[in-house]
């Protein structure tokens, strides 16, 4: 059973502070993935990662921006959070080029403040 | 550029009626297409890809090239269905996983 385990559920920052949010997958997955989650905007894809040290833009990099140095670890760094940020956090991940059925992480909601 | 559209946010039928949730997607190549689901209080999660040409917990999905559209079928809804629903689009070879705006279905008693 493919796990996607985001570090956390909720957080709250401040605007200005540096953010981390952490995915971990245990299935050996290639392709890893960041998405925020928004009413009425539906899924929108931030960065994504093929292999290790690899990343792509999504839809909106502006402002953030990943790290994998694990196969298993992908991270999603706000430099400089603000208020607009506020959002739902999805991680997924998928087994390997072409094949991108996406298992999905439990979600991270961010607030700032 | 890869894109899906939803028209609908919300689709809200009584139980045991019909229930097509649309999708209509842009790619100039061949697109491998997906339904998701969201229940609630629970993480997003696969339900059929067009691929497989399964029917999953009674829904289907045809994909039409000419109308470039893939909607979400199922002849009697029921209570459980009630969850958010996105098509979703990725296209040839490695390409970047790409969702649309989803449709929140509501199944009433």
């Known amino acids: 059973d493919v796990k996607v385990t985001q570090s956390s559920r909720y957080l709250v920052k401040r605007t200005g502070e540096k953010v981390f949010l952490e995915c971990v997958q245990d299935m050996d997955h290639e392709n890893m993935f960041w998405y925020r989650q928004d009413p009425g905007l539906g899924l929108r894809l931030i960065y994504f990662?093929?292999?290790?040290?690899?990343?792509e833009k999504g839809d909106i990099p502006e402002g953030y921006s990943v790290s994998r140095e694990k196969k298993e670890r992908f991270s999603l760094i706000l430099e400089s959070a603000s208020t607009n940020q506020t959002s739902m956090y999805l991680c997924?991940?998928?087994?390997?080029?072409?094949?991108?059925?996406?298992?999905f992480g439990q979600g991270t909601r961010l607030t700032v403040v | 550029a890869q894109r899906v559209t939803q028209p609908e946010k919300l689709l809200s039928v009584f139980k045991g009626a019909p229930v097509e949730l649309k999708c209509n997607y842009s790619y100039s190549g061949s697109p491998e297409l997906f339904w998701y689901v969201q229940y609630s209080r629970q993480r997003l999660q696969l339900l059929l890809r067009?691929?497989s040409r399964e029917s999953i917990k009674g829904f289907t999905a045809d994909l039409n090239k000419g109308e470039t559209s893939f909607h979400l079928k199922k002849p009697f809804a029921q209570e459980e269905d009630s969850a958010m629903y996105y098509c979703?689009?990725?296209?040839?070879?490695?390409?970047?996983?790409?969702f649309g705006t989803g449709t929140r279905l509501l199944v009433s008693p």
């Open positions: 990662s093929y292999d290790v040290k690899m990343k």
């Open positions: 067009h691929i």
């Open positions: 979703a689009l990725s296209g040839t070879g490695f390409q970047k996983l790409v």
């Open positions: 997924a991940s998928s087994l390997h080029r072409g094949n991108t059925e996406a298992f």
